[in-house]
């Protein structure tokens, strides 16, 4: 069974991206980028972060950040996980 955030991550990404691809086609663990991934590339990393941005409200605020947080499907929902709990214990 999908992890409902995990679909609405994979929506966002093609939406956002314009991507010639299903969103159930992502998997969870691909990485996003580079040859053995989905294929995004350094250009698509600022509509990406606008769009997590948008959709979930999280905030990326460094390259290091983006760089762990943009690896895959399922680290970005660790990441919006992690940042609703930040939220809801304030």
Known sequence: MTD????????AIVRCLRLP???????????LFGPDGIGLDSIDVLELVLELERSFGV????????MQVLQSVDTIAG???????????S
Do not use: H, M, V, Y
Request: charged content about 25%; cysteine-free.
């Open 79 to 89: 990441f919006i996980r992690s940042n609703r709990a930040g939220q809801s214990e």
């Open 59 to 66: 905030r990326i605020t460094n390259q290091e950040t983006g």
């Open 4 to 11: 409902p955030l995990n679909s609405e991550i994979k929506q």
């Open 21 to 31: 691809t299903a969103p159930e086609e992502i998997g969870d663990i691909a990485p």
